[in-house]
C-alpha cells in the first residue's frame, strides 16, 4: 500500500539544472520568530511542534534565513529537525541583516554574503547549503538592474567553491533576473506575489517557460492579509478558508509556482497544506482572477 502525503497533492517540481524535487506546497519559516519577525517566538514549543507536523504532512521544502529573529528560525529548525532526513530541502536567503531595534538593513559586499553563508552553514548545521537565495530589493537607494552583478559574482563563487550548491535570487526585476542568469544559472526567483498583488505575471510566465521556480513570498498578504469580497464569496461557497483557497489559487496559477504559506500555528499549518488538495473550478477561477483584474 503507498501512502500519500497531503503535501504532495499538488504534484512535485524539480529545479531546472538539479537532482532536487520538492513537493509544490511547501512552508515558510518566518512566522516561527517573534512579533514582527524580532526575537523569541510567544510560544517555542508549538513552532517545535508546527515544524514536526509540517514534516509529517508531507513538507519536504522549508524556507528560512538567519535574519529571521535574528537566527531563530534557524536555530528553531535546526534544534528540533536534525539530523534532516534526506528528502528535505532547506533553501535559505542573505543580503541582509537586522539592527538592535529590527530594522532590516541591506548588505550586498561579497565580504558580508560569505559570512552570511558561513553562519548558515553553522546555524543550520550543514556542509552545504542546497539553494540559497540573494536577497535585492530596491530600498536604500538601490536602482533596478545594475548592483546585482557584483553580488551574483560573490555568489557563483561560492557556489564553485561547494559551499552553496545552487543559487536563487529574490525581490528582483525582471532585467535583474537577466543579469543573473549571465553570471551563473538560476534555479528559483522570490518576489511579493498573490491573489491581489499581481505585478510578476509576466515574470512567473517567463520563468515556467525556463523550468525556473517562481517561489511567492506574502502568498497569503504577509504583514497586511488581504481582504476581497469575491474572495470570502468563493471561500464561503467552498466551505474553505480564505488562506486555502488563495493557496490553491497561487498553486493553480502556474505550474513553476512553489507555494512557502508561513505560520506559526498548527491548525493553521493544517489548513494551508489541505491547499494542496482543492481543486478550483473554473468559474471560481474566472472570479478570483478578475479581483486584480
Ligand atoms: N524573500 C523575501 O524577502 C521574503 C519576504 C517575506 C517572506 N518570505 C518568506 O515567505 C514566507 C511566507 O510569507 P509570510 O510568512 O511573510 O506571509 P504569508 O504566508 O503571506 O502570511 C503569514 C500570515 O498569515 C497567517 N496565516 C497563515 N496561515 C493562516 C491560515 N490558514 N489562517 C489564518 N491565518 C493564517 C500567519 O499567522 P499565524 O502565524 O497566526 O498563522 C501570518 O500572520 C515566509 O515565511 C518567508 O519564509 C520571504
Known sequence: MTSVSPASAAGRFTFPGTDISVNRMGFGAMQLAGPHV?????????????????????????????????????????????????????????GAWRDDEGGWNL??????????????????K?????????????????SEDGEIAEPMKAMRQMQEEGM?????????TAPQVKIAQDIAPIVCVQNHYNLIHRDDDAMIDSLAEQGIAYVPYFPLGGFLPYQADILDQVASELDASIQKVSLAWLLQRSPNILVIPGTSSRAHLRDNIAAAELTLGEEHLKRLDAIAA
Not at 80 to 94: F, Q, R, S, W
Not at 107 to 124: A, I, K, Q
Not at 164 to 172: D, L
Request: hydrophobic letters at 40%; aromatic letters at 6%.
Open 164 to 172: 552553496i550548491a545552487h543559487i536563487g535570487i529574490s525581490t528582483v
Open 107 to 124: 548588505n550586498h559586499e561579497p565580504d558580508f554574503l560569505r559570512r552570511s553563508v558561513e553562519d548558515n552553514l553553522e546555524r543550520l
Open 38 to 94: 524580532f526575537g523569541e517566538p510567544k510560544d517555542p514549543d508549538e513552532c517545535r511542534a508546527v515544524l514536526r507536523e509540517a514534516l509529517a504532512l508531507g513538507i519536504d521544502h522549508i524556507d528560512t534565513s538567519d535574519f529571521y529573529g535574528p537566527y531563530v528560525t534557524n536555530r528553531l529548525i535546526a534544534e528540533t529537525l536534525h539530523p534532516y532526513p534526506d528528502n528535505l530541502t532547506l533553501v535559505t536567503k542573505i
Open 126 to 142: 550543514l556542509d552545504r547549503i542546497a539553494i540559497v537565495n540573494l536577497r535585492m530589493g530596491s530600498v536604500n537607494g538601490f
